[in-house]
């Protein structure tokens, strides 16, 4: 099967981009998936990811694991009820090698066309100053888009509001993907379902800043049993154990 008919078979695919399984069918492509380093584990909310990028790179494309290094320092809002409590810099960088060390044991690393690369979203905005941000990446997008994302716009809608650095996370998301896209020829970002307002934010810089075009996928989440996603911020995080194996 190719990797699409795959994520269909087990159940895991929950929104594709039109065009993006003719694109995975027709070339071997790169593609990633970011993992932010809020903890100094993965979890079991995390499992599908993972199981994502080993089928990807099983149907013969590049994975490409992102760990954020940048983003971790905001935390994602994405339908998150309240504020995520902002980490220093020293407990990001243990917790963002802790997931590397982490990730090198599910997938297969090296410097061949089908070996899956990570990368640290730190690496290229840790230079970045705060005018050449909002001049540069903050015209991209326009905060009409912004604002018409389901996840901001329950933030919004909520008792505890939206801060303005959870504001710019869809932003700095978005231009991980024209990075990537940019300068590792990075034609796909896959993810969780909550993560398709900030993937087609990716798309649409890319489509508006360079006229290219670039594709997205999302798998369907691990909920628990009151319907709620599992994750490092939420109640009842179950843990993976780097230590032993499991069957994908």
Known sequence: MSFVEELRWRGMLQDIMPGTEDLLNKEKVAGYIGFDPTGDSLHVGHLTQI?????????????VALVGGATG????????????????????Q????????????FLEFGEGENDAQMVNNYDWFKDFKFLDFIRDIGKMITVNYMMSKDSVKKRLEGDNGLSFTEFTYQL???????YLWKHHNCKVQMG???QWGNIVTGSEMI????????????????????????????SGAIWLDPKKNFSV
């Not at 243990?94 to 044991?105: E, T």
């Open 94 to 105: 243990h917790n963002v090698a802790c997931l590397k060390k982490q990730l090198g044991k």
């Open 207 to 234: 489509r508006r800043q360079d006229q290219g075009t670039a594709y997205a996928i999302t798998t369907q989440l691990i909920k628990k049993a009151d319907g709620q996603k599992f994750g490092k911020t939420e």
């Open 51 to 63: 199981m994502t990028l080993i089928h990807f790179q099983n149907a013969g494309h590049k994975p």
């Open 192 to 194: 969780g379902s909550d």
């Open 73 to 92: 320092m905001i935390g994602d809002p994405s339908f998150k009820s309240a504020e995520r409590n902002l980490l220093d810099e020293a407990t990001l």
């Open 172 to 178: 700095i998301q978005g231009y991980d993907f024209y």
